[in-house]
């Protein structure tokens, strides 16, 4: 009976201390994402709460944008710069699920199909989903590609039609994660293909829980990762919307990190002794798209006139809590190519009025204003600046409806051009200008499905930028992104409103996470240390 | 054959059937033995077996804590019954026996196998409840965190709240401000265009009017420049400079009477009328919108707040309901209902669903899930093991009817072996000892008839022998066997008879003359020791009247002495008065001394003639018994104040006996003297008690006690015989107390005991008809 009670409490013990092991790390986020298949989803919110699910052949350094090997231990690429091999490790092993478990490790099937889904129309888990591969496309991936190739079970050749600077970059891309071609194949035999971006397959250091919308999103430590464990045991994205919550939560110890603090609690943070606030000069740019596709911002006059109308100072001051400068450019002036001699459209209301006349709306005009519901790190409140921009247009007698949608939802609606007006923005996510110039204002993405959600094509630009693209030689790239830029600036399909400054906030325990300039929110190598 | 060999014949039969018997009896007692024995190993394994199974039941209730005690008491047992049945099947003398007790045995290491595999069972069930119990609690104490987290939070939205309400009224004050200066900026404007336009004679009214104007605007632009300063100094430098400018230039149009160039200022004050007023407009917009940002704040952490709260309480239901469920288990697992178990294994299902929905804190939301699992997945090990454990404990149920069945079975069989073998005895002894009676009987007959005939023939011969001795001699003389020696030896001594009668009837002669001599000696040292005592008496009479007659006589001399000289006097005619006077007195006293004296003698010979009348008498009367006493012991005085003995009587008064005073008094006097004699040392002063008592109606007991050296126990019982005595050398004849003994059991009809304990002294017990019987025979048989 000693004994047996010995056990009993040995038991106990054993399992009082795992319990107390078990980590959990909450991180308190700023929106649904709207789905968490990387290939088919384009926000940060999104692609942020895919993250930790996967991985690309090739990877950004940590706090970088210079390129590593992840899945693909090493590359070649051929002298004139089409065609490059990777050759992929080989201990790469897939989470398993309660209904799939891994027969094999990575191999280069599983590359072929993550390419292949979205480059391919009768892939057959191309209309999967409804999935427009916006980014795939946005990058130009189906024009880029040639073919690709399995060479044997660990190497893959990709042939591009054309020399692409960026390629490596583009691969380190979230949309070019690396999914399980076995679990897409037997979900497909069970008939329930779209499980595979609903449950999530795929290598990274956490595996897929749940998620509940508005909720959570939750994760698993994946024992078997090829980087090794983790120290978290359970990750938890807790979905807030509202930054006020969020610190709230934050200081209660119901979440351990902290997605875009409101910029004015900045300095309530700071002076908390068990928190910690981080920021950055933000990667990004905050803007007012202009439906370059429908009047009355057909008309270049009115749109410069808006972007006079606007007081951006006044935005910063407000909205942005004076964290961020006023834009004048599409890309952040940290980026290469940033055109500083451009002058921005003075503020000017008077002279706006003039223009509105002149293009005929001497009494303004009514129209809709798109803001995001949720904080982003480009705007950390954009109801706040869609009021101000009302307030301002209202001035030159623009009646500005100000609307929104659930933020899942609301890149689909604009890039279906629903909108007249409204607010975005974009994080960089590879450090190319390109990464800007061509996803958010090239032709190509101004279709609809597109990231161009001023659905702006304008041909010399997008000669520029696709010209641009062809070469490895910057100081020719930068001589035509500067270009560009002067056209970008006189054709105006946006208002170009801030460079934030992006806040981040954490509990003191917080051990090992770090801001990323790309605006994404790693959480492997983090830990709680208390 | 010789009457040996028959005799032995007659014996030995008998005897070797009884040996016969004996040794089956004891082979069969053997068997008998063992099959007792079995019969207790069977009982006690029986018992055993009971108390192993009820020490599985209370096993199989006790809390979990208690188990091993019940576990340890049903080892026991269980080994106590294994080793019982083990010796039964080394006991059993039957195949069916052995059997029985094998069947019994395996049926018991079923039972105890089955047992291991439930106490197994147990453990394992114990610890899952454990570890369930654990996992509850778990939740309960996550559900407690995440209470405390949210009253933290909740604290922590409260004092934010406040925050934002001041900064939410401090903007709105603000906003009140900038509209206020931008009214107050239009007004003046207003005013001075109105100064400007109009006629002299009207002006000085409107500058009037105008510095009130003024004084709106400044106090407008203080006041917003105060609410500033809290937060903004920079806005303050700003508004600060704007209202100088603004103020300057309308300070200079009420101040110039009639101005200069009214265009130009004008258009100055309406330069810095926009300055100021799109610098409160901005000021109004950013702030309007921040105040709707508050408000949108506040509205969210209100509603944060109230669904948090609101989940914390789901949380708390859950970890209730977990409590709930929990104590239905342990109930449902105390019941051992495994049924019941299912039943709440089936509702908990959808729990971790549920706690999954909720928006329970995330931070615990995993580790509530995971608890409800372990908890379910404890339960339905649980509950597996409970059906598994009832499944044993229903094999063991099984094994325990064909256990105790076989343990009672093997009980009632080696009780009715035992039974049997008893009985099988009991027949072999009746029928082994009729039979053996009966042959015994039949030899016996037929050995005594050919014992007895010859016998007869002898018996008859000796017969006509005795009465006529020259009849001749006993036939069978030549016969071989004993009676043939029998004949010859009863031959030989009828004629050795024949020759002895005579030396005999002479010798008879001789012995008849001495035992008369014999006879007569007795009797006379007999009547010598009567004698004896009654000069004894004499000697006593004569000292104790020789005192008083002595006085008198001495009294008589000197009165005759007196008489002579009184007589001389008186013839001498001398005679005084005086002399006369002490005469007469002396008379008196002499006369009253006589007459004392003489009293007193011829009481003392009344005494004797009584005492020696009775002695001497022997005739029997009625008399007080105490006044008798006080009688003899007075006659016996002089031998005892010889010695210093003394003597004390305890008798009631009028107690009256009718017996022969005579022959009492010789026993009371032969005992006095024998204490005297023998119970007392030379220096001794004894102390001697007559104590009379009724011990019945009609019986007087007479005790007679000395406090002197006692008897020796040895001779105790022969102090009655004639003769017998220590003293002899004191001159004691031994025939004292044999007096004593013929006198009391004879004519005083009564009976003697003596008891004596040495050192502490003798008691003689009398017993005495209070009246005799009237028997008058002689007097004293030993007179005769």
């Known amino acids: 009976m000693k004994f047996w009670t010995g056990c009993i409490v040995a038991v106990l013990v054993m399992t009082s201390a795992a319990a107390a092991e078990a980590k959990t790390l909450v991180f308190c986020s700023e929106g649904n994402p709207e789905a968490l298949n990387p290939q088919i989803v384009t926000t940060t919110t999104g692609l942020n709460a895919a993250r930790p699910m996967f991985n690309q052949l090739v990877e950004f350094v940590p706090g970088s944008t210079r390129i590593r090997p992840a899945l693909a231990r090493s590359w070649e690429v051929s002298p004139d710069g089409t065609e490059y091999i990777f050759h992929l490790r080989d201990d790469v092993q897939f989470h398993s699920s309660d209904d799939f478990t891994p027969t094999r490790p990575l191999n280069a099937d599983d590359v072929l199909f993550s390419l292949e889904r979205q480059w391919k129309q009768d892939h057959p888990f191309h209309a999967v989903s409804g999935a427009q591969y916006a980014y795939f496309k946005d990058m130009g991936m189906p024009e880029l590609l040639k073919s690709i190739e399995k060479i044997d079970d660990m190497t893959i050749r990709i042939r591009l039609t054309r020399p692409e600077a960026p390629f490596l970059a583009d691969l380190a891309m979230p949309f070019n994660s690396i999914l399980s071609a076995e679990y897409a194949a037997q979900q497909l035999e069970n008939g329930t293909p779209e499980r595979l971006d609903e449950e999530p397959i795929g290598t990274g250091p956490f595996t897929f829980d749940s998620f509940q919308k508005d909720v959570a999103v939750r994760y698993q430590v994946f024992p078997d990762y090829w980087e090794g464990q983790q120290p978290i045991e359970t990750l938890v994205f807790s979905i807030t919307p509202n930054p006020a919550v969020r610190l709230t939560k934050l200081k209660a110890g119901e979440c351990h990190v902290m997605a875009f603090p409101n910029p004015s609690d900045a300095q309530r943070i700071s002076d908390d002794p068990n928190l910690k606030l981080m920021q950055q000069e933000g990667f990004n740019i905050g803007y007012l798209a202009l439906n370059t596709s429908r009047p009355p911002f057909d008309d270049v006059r009115v749109r410069r006139a808006i972007n006079m109308a606007i007081d951006k100072q006044a935005i910063i001051d407000g909205a942005y809590g004076g964290a961020g400068k006023a834009a004048k450019n599409p890309i952040p002036p940290t980026l290469w190519s940033y055109n500083d001699d451009i002058e921005d459209y003075p503020y000017d209301p008077a002279q706006a009025q003039r223009l509105l006349a002149e293009a005929g709306y001497p009494n303004g005009f009514e129209t809709d204003l798109w803001y995001m519901p949720v904080s982003r790190p480009y705007n950390p409140d954009a109801k706040r600046v869609a009021e101000l921009i009302q307030t301002d247009l209202s001035r030159i007698g623009v009646r500005a409806n100000l609307v929104t949608r659930e933020w899942s939802d609301y890149r689909t609606a604009l890039q279906n051009g629903e909108h007249s007006m409204a607010l975005y923005g974009w994080t960089g996510d590879n450090g190319d200008p390109d990464n800007f110039l061509n996803v958010l204002l090239g032709c190509t993405a101004s279709r609809i499905g597109g990231n161009n959600v001023a659905r702006w094509c304008d041909e010399d630009f997008d000669a520029l930028v696709s010209r641009a693209k062809l070469t490895y030689d910057q100081e020719i790239r930068e001589r035509l992104y500067r270009e560009a830029q002067e056209i970008f600036k006189r054709e105006a399909p946006w208002v170009p409103i801030a460079h934030s400054v992006v806040f981040m906030a954490s509990r003191d325990e917080v051990d090992g996470f770090r801001m990323d300039p790309l605006g994404r929110h790693p959480f492997d190598h983090v830990d709680l240390k208390y | ?481 004993e009676l043939g020696e029998m004949a010859r030896a009863a031959n030989f001594f009828v004629a050795e008879i024949g020759k002895r009668e005579q030396d005999l009837r002479q010798a008879k002669e001789r012995a008849d003359t001495a035992l008369e001599d014999l006879q007569r000696a007795q009797a006379d040292l007999i009547q010598a020791e009567k004698l004896a005592s009654l000069g004894q008496l004499v000697a006593g009479i004569a000292h104790e009247i020789n005192t008083p007659v002595g006085i008198a006589l001495t009294t008589g001399t000197q009165l005759e002495e007196e008489v002579r000289r009184f007589n001389a006097t008186a013839e001498s005619g001398q005679l005084k008065k005086s002399q006369l006077q002490k005469f007469v007195a002396r008379m008196r006293e002499g006369s009253r001394l006589l007459y004392v004296n003489l009293s007193r003698a011829a009481e003392l010979v009344h005494s004797f003639k009584q005492v020696a009348a009775d002695q001497a008498s022997g005739e029997r009367r009625r008399f007080q018994m105490h006044r008798w006493l006080e009688e003899l012991m007075t006659s016996l005085g002089p031998a005892l104040r010889k010695s210093r003995h003394e003597v004390t009587i305890e008798c009631r008064d009028g107690l009256e006996v009718d017996t022969y005073p005579g022959a009492l008094s010789q026993v009371l006097t032969n005992l006095v003297m024998n204490a005297l004699t023998h119970a007392y040392g030379e220096d001794q002063s004894g102390h001697m008690t007559v104590a009379v008592s009724e011990p019945r109606r009609d019986t007087v007991r007479i005790v007679f006690s000395d406090d002197g050296r006692g008897i020796n126990p040895a001779d105790l019982n022969r102090v009655f015989d004639p003769f017998f005595t220590t003293g002899r050398s004191l001159g004691s004849t031994g025939l004292g107390l044999h007096i004593v003994y013929n006198l009391v059991t004879g004519l005083l009809q009564g009976k003697i005991d003596v008891e004596s304990t040495p050192g502490q002294g003798t008691r003689f017990i009398i017993e005495l008809p209070a009246a005799v019987e009237d028997v008058r025979a002689e007097p004293v048989r030993v007179e005769a």
């Open chain 2, 1 to 481: 054959m010789r009457i040996t060999y028959r005799v032995f014949l007659v014996g030995g039969i008998p005897i070797a059937i009884a040996a016969a018997i004996a040794a089956v009896a004891w082979i069969l007692l053997n068997e008998a033995e063992r099959a007792r024995d079995g019969a207790v190993l069977a009982g006690s394994t029986y018992r055993n077996l009971l108390v192993a199974m009820t020490a599985r039941d209370e096993y199989v209730n006790a809390p979990p804590a208690d188990r091993e005690t019940f576990a340890e008491r049903f080892r026991t047992y269980s080994t106590a019954a294994r080793d019982d049945i083990e010796k039964l099947i080394v006991v059993a003398r039957a195949p069916e026996l052995r059997e029985s007790a094998t069947g019994a045995n395996e049926a018991l290491t079923r039972y105890v196998d089955s047992m291991a595999d439930f106490m197994e069972a147990t453990v394992r069930n114990d610890r899952l409840v454990e570890e369930m119990v654990a996992r509850a609690a778990l939740l309960v104490a996550l559900t407690d965190e995440a209470r405390e987290r949210q009253r933290a939070s909740n604290a922590d939205i409260i004092s934010t709240l406040r925050d934002r309400d001041a900064a939410f009224r401090r903007i709105r004050s603000l906003v009140n401000a900038a509209e206020e200066l931008r009214s107050a900026v239009s007004a003046t404007e207003l005013r001075a265009a109105m100064l400007m336009i109009s006629p002299p004679d009207a002006r000085d009214d409107i500058r009037l009017k105008l510095g009130f104007d003024i004084g709106r605007f400044r106090n407008a632009a203080a006041r917003l420049s105060e609410i500033l300063a809290e937060y903004d100094p920079h806005a303050v430098a700003e508004l600060q400079t704007l209202a100088q400018d603004y103020d300057t230039v309308i300070t200079g149009i009420v101040e110039d009477d009639g101005p200069a160039d009214g265009a130009a200022a004008d258009s100055r004050l309406e330069l810095e009328g926009s300055h100021i007023s799109e610098w409160s407009d901005r000021i109004v917009k950013v702030k309007t919108s921040e105040q709707r940002a508050l408000y949108e704040e506040i509205a969210q952490l209100v509603g944060y707040s109230v669904a948090a709260n609101e989940t914390e309480r789901a949380a708390q239901n859950v970890a209730i309901e977990v409590l709930e469920l929990g104590q239905r288990t342990t109930v449902a697992l105390g019941e051992r209902d495994p049924e019941a178990t299912a039943t709440i294994l089936a509702e908990s299902a959808p729990m971790p669903q549920i706690v999954a929905s909720l928006p329970i804190s995330p931070l615990i939301q995993s580790e509530m899930i995971d608890a409800i699992d372990q908890w379910r997945e404890g339960l339905a090990t649980a509950t597996e093991g409970l059906r598994r454990q009832n499944e044993r404990i229903a094999d063991m149920d099984r094994a325990a009817v064909t256990m105790i069945d076989g343990a009672r079975a093997l009980n009632d069989l080696f009780t009715a072996d035992a039974d049997l073998i008893g009985k099988t005895i009991g027949n072999i002894l009746i029928f082994g000892a009729a039979a053996g009676l009966l042959f015994g009987a039949v030899t016996g007959y037929f050995v005594a008839r050919s014992i007895t005939r010859p016998l007869l023939r002898v018996q008859q011969g000796m017969v006509a022998l005795a009465r006529d001795p020259q009849a001749g001699p006993i036939a069978d003389a030549d016969r071989a066997d």
